[in-house]
């Protein structure tokens, strides 16, 4: 983990398996390396990447201020071992990892929010995940593919799709995930998104 760490902490860009599929994961609060990843993937500039973050306090380094019921939610849908609300739960009953979409007002954060001035955050169930977020800080982390083309469910496809092009890649045996649930708050719902 402790070169994956540098290379992250570097501004570099790595392949590894999230808590829900392959992910092409960076910092989040290096623009050149965001501005990276979406060459790297031929993304859509217009579309946000979800950020994974340690733990809720994370929030507050992007400037999001939570309100009582949001805060309520998040303390029982973050990480997922906590999640206890049927939203969260896939087709089969299956929970899945919850991504929250919050205003971001800070203009510095463009290059992320991509003028909507929101973002999606979710802290990952592992514990090694959560760890090695304490270590790097936020992490933008997109699917492991090139825009339009399905997911990778190995580091062989993630190779196949991106090559020397990304400076580690980490083996997490094949996966077979799906996206995480994708929730935002408007007024006293919450919106189920995907």
Known sequence: MTY??????RGGVAVILTDTIYGVVGSALSEKTVSRIYRLKG???????IILISGPKELERFGVKLAPKERAFLSRSWPLRQASLDHTRGKQGRRRPVSVILPVPHQKFEYLHRGTRTLAFRVPGPAI???LLRKTGPLVAPSANPEGSPPARSIRDAEEYFGPRVDLYVDGGRKQGRPSRLVAFEGNEIKRLR
Do not use: G, Q
């Not at 994956?4 to 902490?9: G, K, N, S």
């Not at 993304?43 to 990447?49: S, V």
């Open 129 to 131: 995940l959560r760890a």
């Open 43 to 49: 993304r859509n500039k217009k579309k946000p990447f």
């Open 4 to 9: 994956l760490v540098d290379i992250l902490r």
